[in-house]
């Protein structure tokens, strides 16, 4: 059992080696005759750490003045879990083409808290800002908010500031770009799912050709490891995102204590979390840069396009 998996883990032996082949991610999962999708943790000791590597880079490698042209690439500017505490910030977001967050700009979720992020964002240079919601964004679930009414009103506030992505795509020089507030079950918050058919079947919903992932919790071993060393990242969007979608960039936040810059080989883990395991904002934004494909760009604006279904009711 994993031959092939330990074959390719033995030949990937550090970083700018090569992307892994398809091949060697099929064959990893394929011979993955007991996922644990119920049990990260244990996935992780028993199978992934054994067998596949994780490895770590510096956050300030994957942004280069010298090369960077905006005439042929997008800077993208990546925080997230800000907790309201932007005031507090002792250093100035790097200004770029593109700013991302992947949630949990709030406490709570209250209107005051929406309203100081969004004047927050309206101070940024970024011509563009994309956000997602996060489990403390509970006036943003369906499940928690106290009134429909104030989910679509925090919603439109926040779309006169940035585009907010639920479930959907939006397009940025030809790069397409999608964004869920989804993780797996997590204390009594928002956008929780129940780990196994639930979480893979929301994961699903992810466009094949998605170039850059948004979603507010971690996939199984990146980014993912709270302070008691529990793994709290979902092991079917590491499957979903190794065997079919296959982003260059996967950003998101959640665990504040394992921010930081992993990849697989194939795809980039950016856990962009700015706040600390105590709710101090002393973690820096990372910044990349990408290619431009085209210059196509739909930012999704309109309220009828947001995907206000809830799969915990079907």
């Known amino acids: 059992m994993f031959s092939a998996a330990k074959q390719w883990v033995t030949n990937m032996t550090g970083i700018g080696q090569g992307a892994i082949s398809p091949e060697a991610f099929e064959t990893f999962w394929s011979e993955c005759t007991s996922i644990h999708a119920d049990s990260p943790t244990r996935f992780y000791k028993e199978v992934l750490n054994k067998f596949q590597k994780q490895d770590r880079r510096d956050i300030h490698s994957l942004s280069d ?85 104030i989910r679509e009103r925090l919603i439109g506030r926040l779309h006169k500031s940035c585009t907010y992505l639920e479930d959907n795509s939006a397009v940025v020089s030809g790069i ?42 971690p996939p199984i071993g990146h980014g993912d490891r709270v ?31 394992d921010a930081g810059v992993t990849t697989d080989g194939q795809t980039t883990f950016i856990n962009a979390s700015m706040c600390t395991l105590r709710y101090k904002p002393e973690q820096y934004p990372v910044v990349f840069e990408m290619d431009k494909i085209s210059e196509e760009t739909i930012l999704v604006s309109a309220p009828a396009e947001w995907n206000l279904s809830d799969p915990r009711k079907k």
């Open 176 to 217: 397409k770009i999608f964004g869920s507030p989804w993780q797996p079950l997590f204390g009594n918050w928002g956008y929780n799912l129940k780990r196994g058919e639930e979480c893979a079947a929301k994961w699903k919903e992810i466009p094949d050709n998605t170039d850059i992932l948004i979603t507010h919790g």
């Open 227 to 257: 302070r008691n060393g529990i793994r709290a990242g979902c092991v079917d969007l590491l499957q979903e995102i190794q065997l079919r979608v296959k982003p260059q960039y996967h950003i998101f936040g959640h665990i504040h204590e």
């Open 65 to 149: 003045d010298s090369t960077y042209d905006p005439a042929t690439k997008v800077r993208f500017v990546c925080t997230s879990d800000t907790h309201n505490q932007t005031d507090r910030y002792n250093f100035q977001v790097p200004d770029g083409d593109v700013l991302i967050h992947g949630g949990d700009f709030t406490q709570v979720g209250c209107v005051k808290e929406v309203e100081h992020f969004a004047d927050w964002l309206d101070t940024l240079p970024h011509p563009i800002k994309i956000v997602i919601a996060g489990n403390h964004e509970l006036s943003f679930d369906p499940m928690t908010a106290s009134d429909p009414n």
